[in-house]
């Protein structure tokens, strides 16, 4: 859960004044001691993580996608050693969505597909 800027300006503002201690500030505003010292160093909110993927490499999950383009998300987990949720966050990270080839939908007449007989 991420606090407003004001909420956070507000503890701040109760501790640098020396109104109150860290710890009274936890009690009485209701949050964790490592938050009220992280907004003290930085009180500015962080939009996103530099953090770079962990588990599933991007290149490594790209050349697999390059080299077997219609494989099951499970297949893919199988080779790169992760679960099927992993490769399903990592795909929409690299904005790999689902191939939909509408000439192989059974539902759709050979002529609105454009399949040939």
């Known amino acids: 859960m991420t606090y407003s800027a004001d909420f956070r300006a507000q503890v701040i503002k109760s501790v ?4 109150m201690t860290i710890r009274q500030a936890c009690i009485f505003y209701n949050v964790s001691k490592t938050a ?10 962080k939009q ?5 993927p962990s588990k599933i490499l991007n290149e490594a999950l790209l050349k697999d996608v390059e080299q077997y383009p219609d494989d099951y998300m499970y297949e893919r987990a199988q ?22 080839d509408l000439g192989a ?6 002529k609105k597909s454009g399949v040939s007989e």
Do not use: M, V, Y
């Not at 640098?16 to 109104?19: F, G, L, V």
């Not at 009220?36 to 909110?45: D, E, F, V």
């Not at 080779?79 to 939909?100: M, T």
């Open 48 to 52: 996103s993580r530099n953090k770079p």
């Open 36 to 45: 009220l010292q992280r907004w003290l160093k930085n009180p500015t909110i």
């Open 79 to 100: 080779r790169l050693g992760c679960s099927k949720s992993g490769i399903e966050i990592a795909l929409k990270r690299l904005s790999i969505s689902q191939k939909k």
């Open 16 to 19: 640098k004044n020396q109104d």
């Open 105 to 110: 939908s059974k539902s759709l007449s050979d």
